[in-house]
């Protein structure tokens, strides 16, 4: 399996829902991302794990929160957004070199889940 | 500091003509260089990187890319451009667990 799956593709929600984000991978990568891509756009990273453990923040506001359960799985809870907050949201993952701290620069990117926000 | 600049924010070509998008980069030491692809609403597929060695570089779909030094440069070529190459292509410098992405450049391609 070499390939980064994301659920769901599409997710309305209101300014006072929860939902979440889902990605899951099975290539045995260690380091998984969550980047915001606005429309037009280059994506913007959020948040980086390694071996489970939340390793890069980029300052994101609180209300999105990530979780990496596992070593295939990783989440995106999200909770009380803003309009300016639609955008796609992209899950990529890769492998760590040896020691554990330099990931290795191949990403393999999911497909996406395009967020709305009313 | 890193940066990537990709100066063509759009660029249309005639189906079956040549390609090339332009990418320069600033980083002291030698980066690691990708060029991305992305249809509209997708993720980003990768087309080629460049760690060292042979500065032409090879990718899937016919593409290359060419590492000048000299020119802080990394620019993408494909001999002939095919109707599905309409996209948005990004150009990443990789340092350190982070990629810098270019602005994208979108390829429109006419019949």
């Known amino acids: 399996d070499t390939e980064v799956t994301q659920t769901p593709k599409h997710l309305v929600m209101g300014m006072t829902n929860k939902k979440s984000l889902k990605c899951e991978q099975h290539?045995?990568?260690?380091?998984m991302y969550w980047y915001k891509q606005k429309a037009k756009k280059p994506p913007e990273l959020m948040f980086v794990?390694?071996?489970?453990?939340?390793?890069i923040n980029e300052s994101v506001p609180s209300r999105f929160s990530p979780e990496c359960p596992n070593s295939s799985l990783l989440n995106l809870h999200l909770h009380a957004l803003q309009p300016e907050d639609s955008a796609l949201y992209l899950c990529?993952?890769?492998?760590?070199?040896?020691?554990?701290?330099?990931?290795?620069?191949?990403?393999?990117f999911g497909p996406g889940t395009r967020l709305t926000v009313t | 500091a890193q940066s990537v600049t990709q100066p063509d924010i759009h660029i249309t070509v005639s189906e079956g003509a040549s390609l090339e998008l332009r990418c320069n980069y600033s980083?002291?030491?030698?980066?690691?260089l990708f060029w991305y692809v992305q249809s509209p609403g997708q993720g980003l597929q990768l087309l080629l990187k460049?760690?060292?060695?042979?500065?032409l570089v090879q990718g899937i779909k016919g593409f290359e890319a060419e590492f000048k030094r000299s020119q802080s440069s990394f620019n993408l070529r494909k001999p002939s451009v095919h109707w599905s190459d309409a996209a948005e292509y990004f150009c990443?410098?990789?340092?350190?667990?982070?990629?810098?992405f270019g602005s994208g450049t979108k390829l429109n391609v006419k019949p």
């Open positions: 794990y390694s071996y489970e453990k939340l390793s």
């Open positions: 460049y760690f060292s060695g042979d500065t």
């Open positions: 980083y002291g030491a030698t980066p690691y």
């Open positions: 290539m045995g990568h260690r380091a």
């Open positions: 990443t410098l990789y340092n350190f667990n982070k990629f810098y």
């Open positions: 990529a993952s890769s492998q760590v070199l040896p020691k554990g701290r330099t990931f290795k620069a191949e990403q393999c």
